[in-house]
């Protein structure tokens, strides 16, 4: 007795196939797996992919079954690197290198397995053009890839003075883009540094003084980040801060003067006063010295016989000589 499907186990295997199916064509095809029609592969193609420094990338050849192919090789030509080239043969399982000294890069698998390439982890150097070269009994495929290696940037926000504050994504490839809320006055430059990578600030400023704190928005391949800071207040901005910042300090300076002007007043007046008045007690007492001379009989009595005792030793001496 066969047992009858049931609806759900139809849904069931029918999400299994979609699922395999998926996975398979997202994924790099072996020599176990075979192709139903190969003269319908195309012959040459060229993929664009942009991977994450950092992580890890496999590049996969043309899915063909590898029981027909002779030769393998993947040519790797970087952006500021001599070309390297990997060489598997089919029937030998013979692996040549010529010119590959990176190690990161190596075989994804046993090349008679999975002749992927495999990047880990991604630099900046890997940046180039990657090119699988399959010969086979039935033909020539070639798949290349133009491998471009993203970096996420650094993002800062910075607040300066007259409302003004500046948003910096460092150092990303490609350029990010930065955006502001609420809009404000801005400017927006970029620098190129010489490993490929750009630098991209703006700079805003929001006259508007409602506007207390601003939000910077960076989109960048490898994910989008927002910052947001207060800005600093304007000193122009409001009649407190325009006292507390400007005229209380010019006060301060103007009072300081006039009262260091007084105390170097106060202390030269100190200084010539004593000088004044014994020149005016003396002036003083000069007229009132010269009355006591003239009037005084002892000072008339003294006086004379000074003048005798003067007169009596010029005599003598003069006497004296002519004996």
């Not at 490609?174 to 703006?202: I, L, M, R």
Request: hydrophobic share 35%; glycine share 4%.
């Amino acid at each position: 007795m066969v047992c009858p499907w049931r609806t759900s186990d139809l849904w069931l295997l029918l999400i299994l196939t979609v699922f395999l199916v998926a996975v398979s064509s997202t994924s790099c095809m072996h020599g176990k797996q075979t192709t139903q029609n190969i003269s319908a592969l195309p012959i040459e193609v060229n993929t664009s992919l942009t991977v994450l420094m950092g992580t890890k990338a496999v590049l996969c050849c043309h899915p063909i079954p590898l029981t027909n192919v002779v030769l393998i090789t993947w040519e790797i030509i970087p952006r500021d690197r001599p070309i390297c080239k990997i060489s598997y043969k089919g029937g030998t399982n013979e692996i040549t290198k010529n010119n590959c000294t990176d190690e990161r890069i190596t075989w994804a698998s046993r090349p008679d397995v999975n002749p992927g390439l495999q990047i880990h982890p991604v630099a900046l150097s890997h940046d180039g053009y990657y090119r699988c070269q399959m010969a086979a009994s039935n033909g020539n495929f070639d798949h290349g890839y133009r491998l471009q290696v993203s970096v996420c940037p650094e993002v800062t926000l910075s607040p300066v003075k007259n409302r003004t504050a500046v948003c910096k994504a460092v150092a990303g490839k490609p350029a990010a883009q930065v955006s502001w809320a609420p809009v404000g006055d801005c400017v927006t430059e970029q620098e190129h540094w010489d490993n490929g990578t750009v630098t991209v600030w703006s700079t805003c400023r929001w006259p508007d003084s409602n506007v207390s704190a601003v939000t910077c928005s960076v989109s960048h391949l490898c994910g989008n980040k927002s910052l947001s800071q207060n800005l600093l207040p304007d000193p122009k901005g409001t009649s407190h801060e325009y006292i507390l910042y400007i005229i209380f300090p010019i006060l301060l300076v103007v009072i300081g003067t006039i009262w260091f002007l007084i105390c170097i007043y106060r202390r030269k007046c100190k200084l010539q006063k004593p000088e004044a008045t014994p020149a005016v007690e003396e002036d003083e007492m000069q007229p009132y010295a010269s009355y006591t001379e003239k009037s005084n009989p002892l000072y008339d009595t003294a006086n004379k016989a000074k003048m005798s005792q003067m007169l009596q030793s010029e005599v003598d001496g003069m006497g004296l000589n002519s004996l």
